[in-house]
């Protein structure tokens, strides 16, 4: 494959995913969340939290982009609770069609089959494995997660200053509070995430006293 692979994978998981989105299943909690969107996201967070890891070459950094740009392409069925499984599957028959060895493909697809197992950052697992699950920890969180939380109260009926306050404060504000990263990068940037999410909820609330 030519050094454009990553765009061409890119390119077919977004056809994928929009076909996906078009029959509704894209809007995550009843906004307009793009999959792909959040997708390059992930892509952005897992390249910083490998350029901030000091031992790179430990790292098989083909495999992780590629487990990356394919890790929610299972999206793409209407059974969304069995995205990762189907995505490994979209991967494999990809890879496959592509002349890839048969180890590589069935690595990258474990990374692909675990990248939902949030609990298995505490596990002995691969490094690819844990900066894919940080990656996808680090999106829809912070500021991004703040505005998400308006937006979905936002849609209800009655939404109010209180209600998107209680809302923040069920969602983004919880789960902010206890940091499960595991590499260097990662804890460093939840961390600002957390006191960015923590002192918005504070000076917001205080507003509304």
């Not at 030519?2 to 906004?31: C, P, Q, T, W």
């Not at 969340?33 to 897992?46: A, D, E, F, I, L």
């Not at 809302?167 to 957390?194: F, G, L, S, V």
Request: include cysteine.
């Amino acid at each position: 494959m030519n050094k454009d692979k990553y765009n061409d994978m890119f390119e077919y998981v977004g056809k994928l995913l929009s076909e996906y989105d078009s029959h509704g299943g894209g809007a995550k909690n009843r906004i307009n969340y793009n999959r792909m969107g959040h997708t390059k996201r992930v892509y952005k967070w897992m390249l910083k939290l490998y350029e901030g890891y000091k031992d790179k070459d430990l790292i098989d950094i083909d495999s992780l982009k590629i487990a990356t740009i394919f890790h929610d392409s299972g999206y793409t069925e209407i059974d969304r609770k069995n995205h990762a499984l189907v995505g490994a599957d979209i991967c494999r028959k990809y890879l496959s069609a592509h002349d890839y060895p048969l180890d590589k493909i069935d690595f990258i697809c474990d990374l692909i089959k675990l990248h939902s197992g949030k609990d298995k950052l505490m596990d002995d697992i691969p490094i690819e494995l844990i900066l894919l699950i940080e990656a996808d920890l680090l999106d829809d969180t912070g500021a991004h997660g703040i505005v998400m939380d308006v937006w979905v109260e936002a849609l209800n009926d009655n939404p109010s200053f209180e209600s998107i306050l209680e809302h923040i404060e069920r969602y983004t504000h919880e789960i902010m509070q206890n940091n499960p990263m595991r590499t260097a990068t990662a804890i460093e940037i939840w961390d600002k995430k957390m006191k960015l999410t923590n002192e918005f909820y504070k000076e917001y609330k205080e507003d509304l006293a």
